[in-house]
């Protein structure tokens, strides 16, 4: 067992993923948009993503081919500040990899809010840190994007990635 440490040394060298952008919303907005797959649908490229749960309950996405790729135990839900996630997406590439986590935190300001997305707690040699170093960018300036103009960004990824994509 890891004392504490040698445990924060092992934290260090795993990468972790950290996006902070501040959107012209309201924190229940953002929330609401983050876990209803109806809104979700409109600008996560069609992924019907299902987080509105206690802690304990799953988080779901459903691609736009209709087949589930993730299903991960919601870790914390306390609306509409913060939501944490485990996250291992149902792809055969991905199969023997652990699940890692990802914190969103909604912080309101005056006339808009700050949201931090954290992808943290990979598996050393992580391949989905490369995926989600690239996803989570394109997911979350369409999120601002749909929030303040009411249409999500178009996707910029080719064909090969969206057939990665939705392949299990």
């Known amino acids: 067992m890891l004392n504490r440490e040698e445990y924060d040394m092992a934290a260090k060298d795993k990468p972790k993923f950290v996006y902070v952008t501040y959107i012209a919303s309201t924190a229940e907005k953002v929330w609401h948009a983050l876990t209803d797959p109806a809104l979700t649908q409109r600008y996560w490229y069609g992924f019907r993503v299902a987080a509105n749960g206690k802690a304990g309950e799953y988080m779901?996405?459903?691609?736009?081919?209709?087949?589930?790729?993730?299903?991960?135990?919601?870790?914390?839900?306390?609306?509409?500040?913060?939501?944490?996630?485990?996250?291992?997406?149902?792809?055969?590439?991905?199969k023997h990899e652990r699940p890692s986590r990802v914190t969103i935190d909604i912080t309101p300001l005056e006339g808009q809010v700050r949201l931090t997305v954290t992808h943290d707690d990979f598996d050393e040699g992580s391949r989905m840190f490369e995926m989600i170093s690239k996803g989570w960018p394109a997911v979350l300036s369409s999120l601002k994007s749909f929030l303040e103009t009411g249409r999500g960004l178009a996707a910029t990824w080719g064909e090969e990635e969206r057939r990665r994509a939705t392949q299990a």
């Open 60 to 94: 779901t996405a459903i691609d736009p081919d209709g087949k589930e790729v993730h299903r991960d135990v919601i870790l914390v839900s306390d609306p509409p500040r913060r939501l944490a996630y485990a996250w291992r997406p149902l792809y055969d590439e991905f």
